[in-house]
């Protein structure tokens, strides 16, 4: 069990920085445009489409970060107003695994995207659009990891009537 936890700190670890560098990118490709647009009144046609794939990346692993945090947008009003901490914690079971049934139905779809883009290249990066594509199934297996690690723990928390 400590090895899983382990490796679990250690996937995390990368998404946190994986998202840290996209974000990076995003600015570093984002002033290169400006100073190119308006002091070189000329910008690189390529940092418009980095940009945005990296946009895309860091959407997809950021959300499996998110899901370890339970910060993704949610209503949980009525768990909110329920007393019984265990029902509490069973209606965010419920809640989440509805969640994890949505992943597991979308993922056969992002591979079939990403078989069929692999001849379709982006505009001004000459990349095949299926390594963009490749965020969406990379995004849910690692969403349906932290899924798997971040619901016994946050139960455990809406259990004991710590959140």
């Not at 989440?96 to 779809?109: E, K, N, S, Y």
């Not at 990349?127 to 990891?145: H, N, R």
Request: proline share 4%; charged share 15%.
């Amino acid at each position: 069990m400590k090895t899983l936890i382990k490796i679990d700190r250690v996937i995390e670890n990368i998404q946190v920085w994986f998202c840290a560098l996209m974000f990076v990118l995003i600015l570093v490709f984002g002033s290169l445009q400006v100073f190119g647009r308006f002091i070189l009144h000329s910008s690189p046609p390529w940092t418009e489409e980095a940009m945005r794939f990296c946009g895309i990346y860091l959407t997809f692993i950021g959300s499996a970060l998110t899901v370890r945090a339970d910060a993704h947008v949610s209503v949980d009003i009525v768990i909110s107003f329920m007393k019984n901490n265990k029902a509490r914690a069973v209606l965010f079971i419920i809640g989440r695994l509805i969640c994890v049934v949505f992943l597991i139905m979308f993922f056969p779809g992002s591979i079939v995207l990403v078989s069929k883009s692999f001849n379709s290249l982006g505009a001004a990066i000459r990349i095949p659009y299926a390594y963009i594509y490749a965020a969406v199934p990379l995004g849910i297996v690692m969403m349906l990891c932290s899924y798997a690690s971040a619901i016994p723990k946050l139960a455990r928390q809406y259990r004991e009537g710590e959140r």
